[in-house]
């Protein structure tokens, strides 16, 4: 049978799933119980695969950006989700948050009238 990635979310709620089975495939040991996965286990695929690149190139993000094609802001934009999602940092600073709309910008997967909207959104918050 083809082995597929753990879910990590209920389908029906969006919580949490509980790791409650362990099996070894050699002996037959089962084990039961109620288990907490590691931090790491419970990332979503796309931080999944970040940190993977990012600790294959050895925490170089510049090696990351060329990697993934993305720009540097980019970049440090989802190293940081990455650490958010890891309960590692508290929420995002807004002038990564405004490096990231710009960068949007010029790539153009915004046009200035959203970019202008997503600014102006973000100064309000206090940035």
Do not use: W
Not at 12 to 38: A, K, M, Q, W, Y
Request: hydrophobic share 40%; with cysteine.
């Amino acid at each position: 049978m083809p082995r597929l990635p753990m879910p990590t979310r209920c389908p029906v709620t969006g919580g949490p799933l509980l790791v409650t089975r362990l099996e070894c495939e050699d002996s037959g040991v089962v084990i039961e119980g109620r288990f907490t996965p590691n931090e790491f286990a419970m990332l979503p695929e796309e931080n999944l695969e970040f940190l993977r690149i990012f600790v294959k190139v050895r925490g170089n993000l510049k090696e990351v950006e060329r990697i993934l094609g993305l720009s540097y802001p980019t970049v440090r934009q989802r190293f940081e989700k990455l650490l958010l999602a890891l309960g590692y940092e508290a929420e995002p600073d807004v002038s990564e948050e405004r490096a990231e709309v710009l960068d949007l910008l010029e790539r153009g997967e915004i046009d200035p009238d959203e970019a202008a909207r997503r600014l102006q959104a973000l100064q309000r918050r206090g940035g």
